[in-house]
């Protein structure tokens, strides 16, 4: 199980801390993925991390201004989201898979594991 938290409405160039905590499996093996989807938009990846020695995965949209962090100790993945836009808002959803980041993010394989989404909104 995973379970999101952070979320909310911040004003354009603020920020936000998600966290993703983890239950009921061992995170470790995992990599952990932030996904959002927009209203009328498929839903994409923005960030995944295998382990903490690995090199994250970043869309080009967030590039500079995202940063993902886990904690295996804690069973915890973070989302800090600097200098946040209008264009971030979104449902951001956290995900769990054995895969490589770049298929993870990419959404090229299958998913099986999701949190139930937590909404993130930018505006002024």
């Known amino acids: 199980q995973l379970v999101e938290s952070g979320g909310g409405l911040v004003q354009p160039g603020g920020s936000l801390t998600l966290s993703c905590e983890a239950s009921?499996?061992?995170?470790?093996?995992?990599?952990i993925g932030w996904f959002r989807q927009a209203p009328g938009k498929e839903r994409e990846g923005v960030s995944c991390?295998?382990?903490?020695?690995?090199?994250?995965y970043y869309a080009d949209s967030v590039k500079d201004r995202f940063t993902i962090s886990r904690d295996n100790a804690k069973k915890t993945v973070y989302l800090q989201m600097n200098n946040l836009k209008p264009e971030d808002t979104a449902v951001y959803y956290c995900?769990?898979?054995?895969?490589?980041?770049?298929?993870?993010?990419?959404?090229?394989?299958?998913?099986?594991?999701w949190g139930q989404g937590i909404q993130v909104t930018v505006s002024s």
């Open positions: 991390i295998a382990n903490s020695r690995s090199t994250p």
């Open positions: 009921g499996f061992t995170m470790d093996y995992y990599a």
């Open positions: 995900a769990a898979e054995l895969a490589t980041v770049q298929a993870m993010c990419g959404l090229e394989v299958g998913i099986g594991t």
